[in-house]
C-alpha cells in the first residue's frame, strides 16, 4: 500500500484530456473546417482576404511589440500605449496635411513626405511615452502592481480626453495618398501597392528592433534589466535610463503604427485607439507577453481572423462580431496556454 501511494503520477501527456481541452480541440477543428470550406468555394476570395490579414497584421504588430517590450522590463501592461498609437495617427494627419501639405494626386513627391513625417510622429510619440513613464510609472515603481496597472488606465483616459478636446468626437480624415495600383496579379487574386507600402515600412522597423534588442549595447541593457534589475544595477547598467528608453521605442512603434493606420485606413477617431490598443494586447499575449517574434506572430495571426471574419461569405459571422472573437481568443489563450505560443511556462514564485 505504501508504494502505490507513493507512485509518482502521470506525465502530463497520458492523462485523460479534460472537457476544457476537449472543447478547445473541437473549436480549432471547427474554424479548420470552415476556412477550408471557405477556401474551396471562394478561393480567390480566400487569398485576397489572407493578404488583407497580413497587411492588417503588420500594423497590429507594431504596437504589440510596444506592449511586449514594456511588459518584458516592467512586467507592467500599459493600457495607455493604445492613445499613444491614436495620438500618433492625429500627428500625422495634422503635420502632413497642414506643415507639408500632404494631398492626394501628388505622386513619388509624397516618399520624402511621408518619410519626414513617420520620423516626427515616431519622435513626438516615444517622447510622450516615455514622460508618461517619468511622470506616472516611475514613482510607483515599487508599489503594488495594482498601483501601476490602475494608473495605466488612468492615463488611458487622460490621452484620450486630450485626442477628444483637440481634435473633437468626429472622425479625421486623412488624404488617401498611397497609390492603388496593382502589383500583381494571380488568378483573380490582386495586392495593390497601398497595402504593400504598409509591409514595406513595417518591415525594416521590426528588423530595425531585433538588431536593437540583439546586437547593440543598448539592447544588451535592457535584455539584462528585465531579467533582473538589481544585479543590472550593480554591473553598472542605469537601469532608469535603461527602461525611459524602452518606453521611447515602444512609444516611436506606436508612432509608426498611427502614421500607417492613419494612411491606410484615412480616418481616426480620438477613442479608436483604446479599442485597437486591446486587439494588439490580445496579440502580444496570443503570441507569448514579453516575446518579440511571438508578438509579431500574434499580431499577424489576429490580423488574419480579423480579415477572414470580416471578408469571407461563406458562414462568416461579419464585423460586428469581430471584438468579440478576438476577446474570446484572449479568453481561450489565458485558459488553455496562459504563455501564448512562443512564450515559456515560467513558475509562479512563491
Known sequence: MAADASA???????????????LGLFLVVLLIVWLVVNLVKAPGDFFQVLLIGITLGCMYA??????????????????????????????????GTHIFGLHQGQGWVIVPIVFATLLMAMLFCGLLNAAIELVAYRPLRNAPRLAPLLTAIGVSFIIEDIGLALWGPNYVSAPDVFPHGTVFSVGGVTYEWNKLIVVLITAPVLFALTYL???????????????????????????????????????????????LYALY??????????QL???????????????????????????LIQAFNEGLNWHAPGSDWTESIVFSILILILVFRPEGLLGEQTPEGG
Not at 509518482?8 to 476544457?20: D, E, G, I
Open 8 to 22: 509518482p503520477a502521470l506525465p502530463a501527456r497520458l492523462r485523460k484530456p479534460s472537457l476544457v481541452s476537449s
Open 277 to 303: 490598443g486591446l486587439i494588439a494586447f490580445t496579440a502580444a499575449v496570443f503570441g507569448g507577453i514579453g516575446n518579440l517574434p511571438g508578438a509579431v506572430l500574434g499580431a499577424i495571426l489576429i490580423g
Open 265 to 274: 485606413v484615412t480616418t481616426v477617431r480620438f477613442d479608436q485607439g483604446f
Open 62 to 95: 507594431l504596437v504589440a511589440l510596444g506592449y511586449t517590450l514594456v511588459y518584458g522590463i516592467l512586467e507592467l501592461i500599459n493600457f495607455a500605449h493604445g492613445d499613444v498609437f491614436m495620438l500618433g495617427g492625429m500627428v500625422t494627419i495634422t503635420i
Open 213 to 259: 534588442i540583439q546586437r547593440t549595447r543598448q539592447g544588451k541593457a535592457m535584455r539584462a534589466t528585465a531579467q533582473d534589475k538589481d544585479a543590472s544595477a550593480m554591473m553598472g547598467i542605469n537601469v532608469n535610463r535603461t527602461i525611459s528608453f524602452t518606453f521611447l521605442i515602444a512609444g516611436a512603434l506606436a508612432g509608426a503604427a498611427g502614421l
